[in-house]
């Protein structure tokens, strides 16, 4: 979608707290991949580990990094992961299902194509 709408739409992904922290609820499936971050302390250590998730999973998508006060996250029910779409007028043209379950691109594209008028 970033490839086939980015002419017409800003993408980005918002990096907001670890969802599955070692020092707070791990993952079974985090611990088999050899993933283990401990929730961030300060800007600097979100940042770097936001930087390091964008590298590993070779995203292209500007990513943009919520507070330490989790402010975004917690406006946009953001945990642990949803999709988005804010209208140019600002209002909040599609709001996805938490995920990992919630988590449907194909609604987001039908949401996108509706907000830009193509059918």
Request: aromatic share 8%; net charge neutral; charged share 35%.
């Amino acid at each position: 979608m970033y490839v086939q709408y980015g002419d017409k739409i800003e993408f980005f992904v918002v990096y907001i707290r670890e969802a599955h922290p070692t020092d707070g609820r791990r993952s079974p499936s985090n611990d088999k991949a050899g993933i283990k971050l401990t929730q961030p302390k300060s800007f600097d250590e979100r940042t770097k580990i936001a930087s390091q998730m964008c590298s590993k999973l070779e995203l292209s998508l500007p990513t943009l990094i919520d507070h330490l006060d989790d402010q975004v996250g917690r406006d946009y029910s953001a945990m642990p992961d949803r999709l988005y779409l804010v209208g140019k007028d600002g209002r909040v043209a599609f709001q996805g299902e938490r995920g990992p379950r919630g988590f449907k691109p194909a609604e987001l594209e039908k949401a996108i194509r509706a907000e830009l008028e193509i059918e």
